[in-house]
């Protein structure tokens, strides 16, 4: 069972206003110190990553305004999740780091550097979760007059990937550093190529700045839903996240983008599929009730509608709030709205208002580890993304909890493998053979 924390490196995530409870911490996430206890009780849980979300936009479409957001801490205001890497990193040898950037708001050429490095500060530790950006609000402050389409996201996005693996995967040689200092060279220059690439939305004529990293290319986390989303994993990801409220909904969700990974002339299992999940869980089973009651007195549905429009790009305070809501194509994320169709916004608000699209599991430790069991078996996912409730106690009680279950039925590693992240999940440090990086890097020795 693959499992990954679910975080931001901002003020509140996916349950709106939980900050308010009296045992949250999450005006700690400016603090080193926060991290480096998440850090630390993530490994003695022996997850596999810490996997950060992040947008560049604050949720302004409910309302018309940013106000709400602001007030209820929807994901604003909110840090750069690179920098806590090398942080979490320091005080650990095998949790692997999830981090979110943007094809839309990057460039390839200096965004390459980024992640080169902290494969190499982490020891190859590092992935990276691939989006495009729905948020126009980001889109205006990066100085477009606005959100680019959906299909020219996705369409700039399969160019950026051809870069940035020209630059990971063929610019340096293996053996192209030396560091003789007899000779004094550095480096062999024949073995340092440039990768010419001149293309519709991108110009990087040059080579990579960096030598190769441990994983050349970071693990490929997606978790885009859409036509074009599933297409563009299919094609590049090695990790795909999804969300889905049933365990029959995610078994359908599954098996098509299984299908797809096939037809894209991949192995099945070149993909893993991680649910997303929120547990709350206490010794027993009562406890665990009374804590899910608990937890929702602190709940804001304004809080909720204000993510819910930032995802859609549907204002909810112009609806009735029991009047249905119908599918408008627009340019933000279109496989959300497309599964709230049919629901009210009263009925959106209590689906996402506590632990954002995934389901809510209660129950005592058992419980929840004979649930997540039989989402793996029915629902064919190779693992979590555990969504907190409050920071950090909701890691805190499935570490102490939970995984002791796990483990006790095999489900969960009593002890970390050596070697890179990708090392860890799929037995080799770099990609297979059979991944678009590789074919491009074939493509580029060979001309």
Known sequence: MYLNAFEMNCAGFQSHALWRHPEDNTPGYKSIDYW??????LEKGRFDAVFLADVLGVYDVYQGSR???????????????AFVIPVMASVTKHLGFGLTASTTHEHPYTFARKMSTLDHLTNGRIGWNVVTSYLNSAAKNIGLAQQTSHDERYARAEEYMEVVYKLWETSWEEDAVVVNKEKGIYTDPSKVHD????????SVPGNHLCEPSPQRTPVIFQAGASSKGRKFAANHAELVFISSTSAEKTKN???AFRQEI??????????????????????TTEEAQA????????????????????WTGVDLSKVDPDEKVEYIENDAMRSILKGFAGMTPNEIADEVALGGLGPV????????????EYWMDYADVDGFNIVYSITPGSFEDFVELVVPVLQERGLVRKEYEEGTFRKKLFGNDQLTKSHPAKQVGRAIVTS
Do not use: C, M, W
């Open 67 to 81: 106000d709400p957001a602001i007030v209820n801490g929807v994901q604003v205001p909110a840090n750069d999740p």
């Open 36 to 41: 480096i206890h998440l850090a630390k009780l």
């Open 291 to 310: 804590k899910y009651e608990y937890y929702k007195r602190y709940i804001s549905r304004d809080g909720a509608f204000a993510l819910v429009g930032g």
């Open 361 to 372: 599991i209660v129950g005592d430790p058992y419980q929840i580890a004979d649930e997540l």
């Open 253 to 255: 969700i599954v098996a």
């Open 195 to 202: 990768i010419d690439h001149d293309g519709k939305y991108f």
């Open 262 to 283: 096939v037809q894209s002339g991949r192995p099945a299992d070149d993909v893993k599929v991680i649910a997303a999940i929120t547990p709350i869980t206490a010794p």
